[in-house]
């Protein structure tokens, strides 16, 4: 049987103060102030060669949580924008004809110090100098088709993510 049904309305009152009470203290003890968001790609040529759903895997299982992920194509306008802290270099044109020609996996992060440890995860840029074990090393076809990006500065996270999510997007 239903126990609620045989308590007394002030009995259920209390249970329902509980409830509000623990939601509260739950809520604070998240101690979000510890928590750091940054921005990822799974780029092309991982979406392409079906990699996506490893590279998720090993996010998770470092303990970043999604809080924000969408399937997109990103025009060449889109692309540019996105890179152009990059527009004098030389391999501009090529990177961003790389990360629009097919769709790309946008996503955000949290754990503590997500930054530095999506960085870590990823591995260095180029894939013949990444430690072994990390996402670049394991699945990047080169310097340039290196399967991941990710924010390397909470200003430059605090850029990316409005880029592509809205606040309501975030969960
Ligand atoms: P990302 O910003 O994508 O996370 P990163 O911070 O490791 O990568 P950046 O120097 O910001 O490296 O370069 C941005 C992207 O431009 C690289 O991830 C790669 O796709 C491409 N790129 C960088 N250097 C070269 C290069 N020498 N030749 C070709 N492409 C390059
Ligand atoms: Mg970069």
């Given at each position: 049987?239903?126990?609620?049904?045989?308590?007394?309305?002030?009995?259920?009152?209390?249970?329902?103060?509980?409830?509000?009470?623990?939601e509260?203290?739950?809520?604070?003890?998240?101690?979000?102030?510890?928590?750091?968001?940054?921005?990822?790609?799974?780029?092309?040529?991982?979406v392409?060669?079906?990699?996506?759903g490893?590279?998720?895997?090993?996010?998770?299982?470092?303990?970043?949580?999604?809080?924000?992920?969408?399937?997109?194509?990103?025009?060449?306008?889109?692309?540019?924008?996105?890179?152009?802290?990059?527009k004098?270099?030389?391999?501009?044109?090529?990177?961003c004809?790389?990360?629009?020609?097919?769709?790309?996996?946008?996503?955000c992060?949290?754990?503590?110090?997500?930054?530095?440890?999506?960085?870590?995860?990823?591995?260095?840029?180029n894939?013949?100098?990444?430690?072994?074990?990390?996402?670049?090393?394991?699945?990047?076809?080169?310097?340039?088709?290196?399967?991941?990006?990710?924010?390397?500065?909470?200003?430059?996270?605090?850029?990316?993510?409005?880029?592509?999510?809205?606040?309501?997007?975030?969960?």
């Amino acid at each position: 049987m239903n126990q609620s049904m045989n308590e007394p309305p002030s009995k259920k009152l209390d249970n329902l103060r509980a409830g509000v009470l623990s939601e509260m203290f739950s809520f604070m003890t998240k101690s979000e102030e510890d928590m750091e968001r940054t921005f990822a790609i799974i780029k092309p040529d991982a979406v392409e060669r079906k990699l996506a759903g490893k590279i998720l895997d090993r996010i998770e299982a470092k303990g970043f949580s999604i809080v924000g992920m969408k399937k997109i194509k990103l025009s060449r306008e889109q692309a540019e924008g996105f890179y152009y802290v990059h527009k004098a270099r030389p391999f501009f044109n090529d990177l961003c004809a790389f990360m629009s020609r097919s769709p790309v996996i946008v996503l955000c992060l949290e754990k503590e110090n997500a930054i530095a440890d999506w960085r870590t995860l990823m591995g260095a840029t180029n894939p013949a100098n990444a430690e072994p074990g990390t996402i670049r090393k394991d699945f990047a076809v080169n310097i340039e088709e290196n399967s991941s990006h990710g924010s390397d500065a909470p200003e430059t996270a605090a850029f990316e993510i409005p880029y592509f999510f809205s606040t309501l997007e975030l969960v």
